[in-house]
């Protein structure tokens, strides 16, 4: 069974910075898909990072490009998103997802819906 274990996340003020991290087993990290998805209130799960195991599979959004780096740490199993410049837009519940890859790429990275896998969340708010 996958377990994604989330950490990381809180509270901050507008152009603040946070990291949010994302573990999984060796298995899982090695052999799937894993990234960030958010929700505001009120609106639909939309896809913030991701990566696969291949060095260059790394799959920002355009509300993230230039402040949201995503990354991987081989040593701990996990993935790693490092949020800067942080806008109250930011605003969401941020979960991280994983689906299986047999190639190290992401295909269709940002269609939650391909996703097999959930972590339970962990809120991040952004101050004016």
């Known amino acids: 069974q996958v377990q994604l274990v989330e950490s990381g996340g809180g509270s901050v003020q507008a152009g603040g910075s946070l990291r949010l991290s994302c573990a999984a087993s060796?298995?899982?990290?090695?052999?799937?898909?894993i990234g960030w998805f958010r929700q505001a209130p009120g609106k639909e799960r939309e896809g913030v990072a991701l990566?696969?195991?291949?060095?260059?599979?790394?799959y920002t959004a355009v509300s993230g490009k230039g402040r949201f780096t995503i990354s991987r740490d081989n040593a701990k199993n996990t993935v790693n998103l490092q949020m800067t410049s942080l806008k109250p837009e930011d605003t969401a519940m941020y979960y991280c997802a994983a689906k299986p890859s047999t190639t190290g790429y992401c295909r269709f990275p940002f269609d939650e819906r391909t996703y097999n896998y959930w972590g339970q969340g962990t809120q991040v708010t952004v101050s004016s």
């Open positions: 060796e298995y899982t990290y090695r052999s799937h898909c």
């Open positions: 990566t696969g195991s291949a060095d260059d599979a790394r």
